[in-house]
Every structure is written in structure tokens, then in C-alpha cells.
T-cell receptor
Framework: EAGVAQSPRYKIIEKRQSVAFWCNPISGHATLYWYQQILGQGPKLLIQFQNNGVVDDSQLPKDRFSAERLKGVDSTLKIQPAKLEDSAVYLC?????????????FGPGTRLTVT | AQSVAQPEDQVKVAEGNPLTVKCTYSVSGNPYLFWYVQYPNRGLQFLLKYITGDNLVKGSYGFEAEFNKSQTSFHLKKPSALVSDSALYFCAVSPPMDSSYKLIFGSGTRLLVRP
């Protein structure tokens, strides 16, 4: 079974530029998560989709971050404009929630450096 | 507020010795608890979970964890450490009344196993 795919793996941009990350979850997984992992910290949930609907985006900085999951499969996370403090690893995860909600499967992440 | 604490930034053990990585939580109700491991340049991998039942749960790679409700702890253990166990370990909790099944992560503990 193929895992969660993410691209790009690395991205370096200057502050105030825009960037987008892509995620392809495990086939059949209804729920998709985006996490932000700042160096030295645990991952923090940014947004959660179930199929193509948003379940939780309470910690998404909506003035600069946006995400979508068209057709309930792939998802993109965008930052516009980026700030220095957005430097982090962005992790995508998927799960069989709500049917089997307890295990999330993570992609390799995208490491973003904002200079 | 719901939270997870990993009091040790780093744990060092010699190969062949038992290891313990500590985790405590603060969640209302009966929590769902998880351990994930992160190897360099790789995504988080699920190790084990506690949902209900036996307080001692067994997971991947010979790891186990003990749920202690009175001490609000979920420590990760392994009887005999391997050098290949060296990685970053995250404890996580999913609030039981939260239908989104999101994960709240601790800050992580780096495990170093000396040959």
C-alpha cells in the first residue's frame, strides 16, 4: 500500500513570497490533516478535512494560510505572504476516520525555510 | 486546557539496557493515547495506541507502553534497546469527546542508544 505523498520535500522562499504544498493521502482515507512542526516542537494541527469538508481549522492563521481538498482526495496548503516564523516542516496525514479514527499515517513532510 | 508533557528532551541508554520515555497528559475524561517515532528526514510512524482495556499495550518494534490513570501517564518502554531505536519519540493524545479525533502532541524526546 502506497503511503502519504507530499511535494515538494524542501522549499526555500523569501518573506512575503507565496508557497504551496501538495499532499496525496492513502487511497480510501476520508480524513486528511495538515500539521505544522516547528523545530524543537511537536506537530500542531492546522486544518482537518473529512472528504472535502473542513472539520477543524481553529488553529489555521486564516489571514495568510489557506487549504483546500478538492474532490475529497488531494489537498493543497498555501501560505501567502510568508513570514519568517512560518519556517517549519509541514506534515500531511490521513486516516480512516470516522470509521477507524485512531491511527494517522504521515507523509515525509515539506521543510519550508523562509529567509 | 488539554495537553501532553514529555519532561525529558533527551534520553540516553546503552544498547541492551531497558529504556523508558516518559509522557504525562492533561485531558478531561478517558483519553486516547498514542506514541509515534520520527526518524531523520522521514515522517512520523505510528508505534502504538491505548484506547481502552488492558493498561499495558504492545506495539511495533518491541515497544510497549503502560497507561496509568491515577498518575495520568503513558510511558513508553522497551526491555532491551537497540542502536537502531535512536530517534525522536512523540507522545500524543486525542481528546475523547472530540469527534474530530485530532492529535495533540508533546514536544518530543530524543532517544540516543549507545553501542
Amino acid at each position: 500500500e502506497a503511503g502519504v505523498a507530499q511535494s515538494p520535500r524542501y522549499k526555500i522562499i523569501e518573506k512575503r513570497q507565496s508557497v504551496a504544498f501538495w499532499c496525496n493521502p492513502i487511497s480510501g482515507h476520508a480524513t486528511l490533516y495538515w500539521y505544522q512542526q516547528i523545530l524543537g516542537q511537536g506537530p500542531k494541527l492546522l486544518i482537518q478535512f473529512q472528504n472535502n469538508g473542513v472539520v477543524d481549522d481553529s488553529q489555521l492563521p486564516k489571514d495568510r494560510f489557506s487549504a483546500e481538498r478538492l474532490k475529497g482526495v488531494d489537498s493543497t496548503l498555501k501560505i501567502q505572504p510568508a513570514k519568517l516564523e512560518d519556517s517549519a516542516v509541514y506534515l500531511c496525514a490521513s486516516s480512516l476516520a470516522p470509521d477507524r479514527p485512531y491511527e494517522q499515517y504521515f507523509g515525509p513532510g515539506t521543510r519550508l525555510t523562509v529567509t | 486546557a488539554q495537553s501532553v508533557a514529555q519532561p525529558e528532551d533527551q534520553v540516553k541508554v546503552a544498547e541492551g539496557n531497558p529504556l523508558t520515555v516518559k509522557c504525562t497528559y492533561s485531558v478531561s475524561g478517558n483519553p486516547y493515547l498514542f506514541w509515534y517515532v520520527q526518524y531523520p528526514n522521514r515522517g512520523l510512524q505510528f508505534l502504538l495506541k491505548y484506547i481502552t482495556g488492558d493498561n499495558l499495550v504492545k506495539g511495533s518494534y518491541g515497544f510497549e507502553a503502560e497507561f496509568n490513570k491515577s498518575q495520568t501517564s503513558f510511558h513508553l518502554k522497551k526491555p532491551s534497546a537497540l542502536v537502531s531505536d535512536s530517534a525522536l519519540y512523540f507522545c500524543a493524545v486525542s481528546p475523547p469527546m472530540d469527534s474530530s479525533y485530532k492529535l495533540i502532541f508533546g514536544s518530543g524526546t530524543r532517544l540516543l542508544v549507545r553501542p
